[in-house]
């Protein structure tokens, strides 16, 4: 008998280590994800501003003030930007499925 309530005792510790681990799963995901919802205005902004920056640099250059090295920089700028930008997306993505699968979703 005392055994019995020994291995009932060790269950019921295993089930609430269990219940808090998947607490703070869910907990982590979630702020991960929120993270991430944040990043993606922030991304956006910037690929907005390399694109000025861009426009600008071939303005420049158009009008004979500019030099084909400042063009060159902006390519690069917009080319970042639009990368930090994608990554900000994929970040979110993958934040989502790893909050649903810690809540058991499909």
Do not use: H, W
């Amino acid at each position: 008998m005392e055994e019995a309530k020994a291995t009932l005792n060790v269950v019921k510790a295993n089930e609430e280590s269990l219940r808090q681990m998947i607490f703070l799963e869910v907990q982590e995901a979630y702020l991960t994800l929120r993270a991430a919802e944040e990043a993606i205005p922030t991304a956006k902004l910037g690929v907005e501003q390399a694109q000025e920056n861009l426009d600008i640099a071939n303005g420049r250059y158009t009008a004979g003030v500019g030099n084909p090295i400042e063009v060159t920089d902006a390519e690069v700028g917009i080319a970042n930007a639009r990368t930090y930008y994608i990554q900000a997306l994929y970040a979110d993505k993958v934040a989502q499925a790893s909050l649903e699968k810690a809540m058991g979703m499909k």
